[in-house]
């Protein structure tokens, strides 16, 4: 067993947790309890010490840096489709409205007509995903921006094996469940850039970074660079968010909702949002940008499940609080109803 405390303190009562016990294997059944134990609190974990490559990932920030560097006419090259069921490509500050479980269109268009969401996106896929394919950028415009992409889409969905064996140790299930039910990387790398925007027009929600939202999916891998700005909802004050600052060389890990009905609530799902750091002051009232990469990771979407062994009473099917779904059944609705 190690000697060095798993749990390393916290923010907004997200643990930060060493994950190299697990991964040299001198703790891995402390390093499963406390991430879980943050997934039943809060939702949310930061893990340093993990296995995502940190050379990839600065490089990964420098090329999200040059993607958004580029004229907004370049970008529109690779444009994201009309419809969020096909969610790749680039989308202009304000094309996209995210939303909490909305389906009803008068709905919808009411989320869509609220302060928008003053950020730009670049969404990537497998590269073979025929549902949605990748939409790059015409040849000889940023010259490696594809292959880099790719390349770190692949490194994410490794990291995302070894996390999931971590949860499924974590809810005493074998460490190798969840590899079962992703085995198509039906994931997402996002890159996104939040411009500079006046503090007041965020204080005052006359416009928002990105709203207040749920993932979609079973966990989310998330790279934040040092400017700030993501805050969480208190699980036991509705409606009040904490800030969840960065960590140096941290990997936030979040679970998605899909995940949350998979463990039959166990596990939270937590909202969160992204807005001008608390107490921030400039000498010309502007936020910095900020740039962060997340990599929302699903179920194969041709797979069906049901709640985690563990997570209800065989004995009392009534204990079971969900129906049998799909990740595509699931994921599409909360797609469409963002564009």
């Known amino acids: 067993m190690s000697n060095t405390p798993i749990t390393l303190g916290s923010h907004a ?21 406390a991430m879980l134990t943050s997934f039943k609190e809060v939702g949310f974990v930061y893990l340093v010490n993990h296995s995502l490559d940190k050379e990839k990932s600065k490089s990964m920030f420098d090329w999200t840096k040059k993607f958004f560097a580029l004229p907004e006419e370049t970008k529109l090259l690779a444009p994201h489709p009309p419809n969020g069921t096909h969610h790749r490509g680039f989308s202009a500050a304000g094309r996209e409205k995210v939303s909490q479980h909305l389906y009803d269109e008068k709905d919808i268009a009411a989320n869509r007509a609220k302060a928008p969401d003053v950020k730009e996106s670049f969404e990537v896929g497998r590269e073979e995903d ?42 005493h299930l074998p460490e190798n469940f969840f590899e079962q039910f992703h085995q198509t990387p039906d994931n997402q790398l996002r890159l996104l850039h939040y411009p500079s925007v006046p503090i007041a027009s965020l204080e005052n929600d006359k416009i928002a970074r990105i709203g207040a939202h749920s993932d979609f999916g079973s966990i989310t891998l998330l790279l934040q660079d040092d400017v700030g700005g993501l805050e969480i909802e208190d699980p036991n004050h509705p409606g009040v968010f904490n800030p969840v600052p960065p960590v140096k060389d941290s990997l936030i890990v979040n679970a998605g909702d899909f995940m949350m009905r998979w463990s039959n609530d166990i596990i939270r799902s937590t909202v969160h949002r992204v807005r001008a750091p608390p107490g921030l002051t400039t000498k010309d009232g502007m936020t910095p940008e900020r740039y962060s990469i997340p990599y929302f990771c699903s179920t194969d979407f041709n797979k069906v499940v049901e709640c985690l062994p563990g997570t209800y009473d065989p004995a009392d099917p009534s204990s079971k609080k969900y129906e049998p779904i799909s990740a595509l059944e699931y994921i599409m609705k909360r797609l469409a109803a963002s564009y």
């Open 13 to 33: 009562d997200v643990a930060i947790v060493d994950f190299g016990p697990f991964l040299d294997g001198s703790d891995k059944q402390g390093v499963a309890d």
């Open 130 to 171: 025929e549902l949605m394919p990748n939409i790059w950028l015409p040849e000889g415009v940023l010259d490696g921006f594809k292959e880099a992409c790719l390349d770190f889409f692949w490194t994410c969905n490794e990291t995302k094996f070894t996390i999931l064996s971590a949860l499924a140790l974590g809810l």
